[in-house]
Nanobody, 124 residues
Framework: QVQLVESGGGLVQAGDSLRLSCAAS????????MGWFRQAPGKEREFVSA????????YYADSVKGRFTISRDNAKNTVYLQMNSLKPEDTALYYC?????????????????WGQGTQVTVSS
């Protein structure tokens, strides 16, 4: 099992940047595919980005491509989401997710482990 704790959210203005972090417990972090999802009020949870175990393969939703960058530091058991050029429509609760069996998936039900989320609010 792995436990995930997100941090780094906040209230920013449009055009600003934030870096989210997701710290994982355990010694096997490098065996997990990691993902970031978000959920705005009244909307379904949606895929943002995913990263393979080695960090060599990265996947992004079209809505964030070119603005967000996912990365991981397996020595620190941490995955990051660098978010640049933020827009009001990026406002959501951002979740970190992990799974050992996936190559990657955009479907949230495919991930076994989830953090509690960190709120990102972008004002116009």
């Amino acid at each position: 099992q792995v436990q995930l704790v997100e941090s780094g959210g906040g209230l920013v203005q449009a055009g600003d940047s934030l870096r989210l972090s997701c710290a994982a417990s355990g010694r096997t972090f490098s065996t997990y595919t990691m993902g970031w999802f978000r959920q705005a009020p009244g909307k379904e949870r949606e895929f943002v980005s995913a990263l393979s175990r080695s960090g060599g393969n990265k996947y992004y939703a079209d809505s964030v491509k070119g603005r967000f960058t996912i990365s991981r530091d397996n020595a620190k058991n941490t995955v990051y989401l660098q978010m640049n050029s933020l827009k009001p429509e990026d406002t959501a609760l951002y979740y970190c997710a992990a799974d050992q069996t996936l190559l990657y998936s955009t479907n949230p039900v495919a991930y076994d482990y989830w953090g509690q989320g960190t709120q990102v609010t972008v004002s116009s």
